[in-house]
T-cell receptor, first 116, second 114 residues
Framework: AQTVTQSQPEMSVQEAETVTLSCTYD???????LFWYKQPPSRQMILVIR????KQQNATENRFSVNFQKAAKSFSLKISDSQLGDTAMYFC?????????????WGAGTKLIIKP | NAGVTQTPKFQVLKTGQSMTLQCAQD?????MSWYRQDPGMGLRLIHY???????DQGEVPNGYNVSRSTTEDFPLRLLSAAPSQTSVYFC?????????????FGPGTRLTVT
């Protein structure tokens, strides 16, 4: 069975610093998708970044980038020039979809606090 | 577009009561799903639907029923509420998970069962 592990329950950094959140997953599949979602105190779930497993190039979205290591089954999120608005829970998620079968597995989350 | 809407935002039930959590989307998404979020855990999939008339169970389906009579609506029914169902419930939709399209989430419903 697929699992997703986020080993850092909570992290805090100073504003403008760079922070990396870790995520590892376990699967025997070759084709799948990986996501990072952000959940601010408003509770709304917001997609931060997405990575297709067949793509070797790491995904980037403005200040957010990932380090996707397929062989190591690692999918870390790097936030550069962190801002106060980045304070939130961050969830890593793994998705496999085949025919009509669907599976989305979520990590337990990392609470990120950006300090002024 | 209103996106994904959920009602109610908060609900308190007594053990044994039944209720329906409403979810609607106006983006013509085929795929809809229900999750529950508990402290210290990631989201867990309850039920999902790949189109009108088609539903399937997720990771934690016991105690919940769903139906999908229209593309827009995907209600979640609690037949006999239990304290273990105290949680925050999220509804989500997307064009197609096969294309890894972004899932759009509703604002959530905080349910307390006493």
């Amino acid at each position: 069975a697929q699992t997703v592990t986020q080993s850092q329950p909570e992290m805090s950094v100073q504003e403008a610093e760079t922070v990396t959140l870790s995520c590892t997953y376990d699967t025997s599949e070759n084709n799948y998708y990986l996501f990072w979602y952000k959940q601010p105190p408003s509770r709304q779930m917001i997609l931060v970044i997405r990575q297709e497993a067949y793509k070797q190039q790491n995904a980037t979205e403005n200040r957010f980038s990932v380090n996707f290591q397929k062989a190591a089954k690692s999918f870390s999120l790097k936030i550069s020039d962190s801002q106060l608005g980045d304070t939130a829970m961050y969830f890593c998620a793994f998705m496999k979809f085949e025919d009509s079968n669907y599976q989305l597995i979520w990590g337990a989350g990392t609470k990120l606090i950006i300090k002024p | 577009n209103a996106g994904v809407t959920q009602t109610p935002k908060f609900q308190v039930l007594k053990t044994g009561q039944s209720m329906t959590l409403q979810c609607a989307q106006d983006m013509n998404h085929e795929y809809m799903s229900w999750y529950r979020q508990d402290p210290g855990m990631g989201l867990r999939l309850i039920h999902y639907s790949v189109g009108a008339g088609i539903t399937d169970q997720g990771e934690v389906p016991n105690g919940y029923n769903v139906s999908r009579s229209t593309t827009e609506d995907f209600p979640l029914r609690l037949l006999s509420a239990a304290p273990s169902q105290t949680s925050v419930y999220f509804c989500a939709s997307s064009y197609s998970p096969a294309d890894s399209y972004e899932q759009y989430f509703g604002p959530g419903t905080r349910l307390t069962v006493t």
